[in-house]
């Protein structure tokens, strides 16, 4: 448990300094915080639900996300790279 505790710490800091690189005024401690409630979320579907959710739903979710806020077409939510 300790682990997967020290692993999520780890992927918090990555997306918080991901997240600070953009230079926007939103606070990149809360966009981390979104991201891993969004992924826990995807992976709470999978336990449930295997079969109706792709292993990949979470990727695709960012990538449709980043190219909704970006301006551009979200695209199909079976092609995440929108073409």
Do not use: C, K, Y
């Amino acid at each position: 448990m300790r682990s997967l505790v020290f692993g999520r710490h780890l992927n918090r800091n990555w997306l918080v300094s991901d997240a600070d690189s953009l230079g926007t005024t939103i606070d990149p401690e809360q966009v981390a915080a979104m991201l891993l409630a969004i992924e826990d979320g995807f992976r709470l579907h999978r336990l449930i639900d295997p079969d109706g959710t792709p292993p990949d739903s979470f990727v695709r979710s960012l990538s449709m996300l980043q190219r909704a806020l970006s301006g551009g077409d979200p695209g199909d939510a079976d092609d995440p790279g929108g073409r």
